[in-house]
């Protein structure tokens, strides 16, 4: 089958950073689905491992990529939610071979349903970033997703990215308020045309430009960008007991006491955590993408396709890999169809 695969870590501007293999269809084991992959997206998680062991060489052909639209081929023994013919869009295991081939292996357990009014590449810019928005906020946030807390305020810092496109989306449905940034004049627009009710820039200090719209601190921040810089801004925002997620990891040590006399609280989330421990809940990724499905059928949440690239080959994705390097993409960009 066609691949795509690296030999080497290697950085995005060589022509070998990222080359096409023909490799051997995968077989699925007991709780797996063989898929045959028909659009796939790109995240920041691909070009960070792509550039994890600088010059390094692997054995075998490493395949990347965790987002994926397509259908499913055939199934392992074990196999109770889906039948061959489905369609389905999912993020997949960061501890297994990635989506970016023609056909691919994944647990039944973090599969969705296709949502049934999207095409493949409408679909395949949502499930990691539609994941990890959800566990944000529902999970790690503990925000009611049945709009309890209507009302409540959240700041999503990073707003026009792949996972703050689908935050916002999510975090008006649950009928929080919604401060999202964005630095440019187009990411701006996008986080309103979303459903943001304001829109802060990320460039400048986020507490007087908070203030100037009447919030002193907020209830929730999810930060979506970048932990360390944003830490002192967040501590001083936070309300007291208020709750912080964070998604990208820290640079430096992070200084806990700044949220001490707040009783706030700080919280991760990793959306490949329930993959990689096989953790007993881990069924929750299919009931969860199964219900964004359904959310984005019923018209209450959308697509975050911004770009669709054909067809999925070596090129393009290096081409896209070197735009997400930029940290300027707007929503997501997806690669479609086999040549
Ligand atoms: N823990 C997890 O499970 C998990 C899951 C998904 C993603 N992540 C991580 O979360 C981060 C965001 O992912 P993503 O897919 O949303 O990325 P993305 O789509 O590449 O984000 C691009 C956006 O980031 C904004 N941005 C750039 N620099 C910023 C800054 N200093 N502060 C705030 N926003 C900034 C840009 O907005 P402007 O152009 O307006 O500046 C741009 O629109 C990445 O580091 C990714 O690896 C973690």
Known sequence: MKAVALNRYLPVDDPQALVDVDLLKPVPGPRDLLVHV?????????????????????PEPRVLGWDVAGVVKAIGSQVSLFRPGDEVYYAGSITRPGCNSEYHCVD??????????????????????AITAWE??????EIDDSGAYHGRSILIIGGA?????????????????VVATASRPET?????????????DHRKPLPPQLAALGFKEVDYIANFADTDAYWPAM????????????????????????????????????????AMYGTADMQAQHELLDTVAELVASGRLRTTLTE????????????VHARLESGRTIGKVVLSGWA
């Open 108 to 129: 039944e357990r973090i599969v969705g349903n296709k949502p049934a009014n999207l095409s493949f590449a409408e679909a395949a810019a949502l499930p990691l970033t």
């Open 38 to 58: 028909e659009a796939v997206s790109v995240n920041p998680v691909d070009t960070k491992v792509r550039r994890s062991k600088l010059g390094q060489s692997e």
């Open 136 to 141: 944000a906020f529902f999970d790690r946030l």
């Open 308 to 319: 669709t690239i054909s067809p999925i080959n070596a090129a393009n994705l290096r081409a």
């Open 188 to 200: 701006r627009a996008w986080c309103e045309s979303l459903g943001a009710d304001h829109v802060v």
């Open 235 to 274: 501590a001083e925002l936070i309300r007291p007991q208020g709750r912080i997620v964070g998604i990208v990891g820290n640079a430096a040590p992070l200084d806990l006491d700044l949220l001490k006399s707040k009783s706030a609280t700080f919280v991760w989330e990793f959306m490949f955590t329930r």
């Open 161 to 177: 990215g792949g996972v703050g496109s689908i935050g916002i989306q999510l975090a008006k449905l649950a009928g929080l308020k």
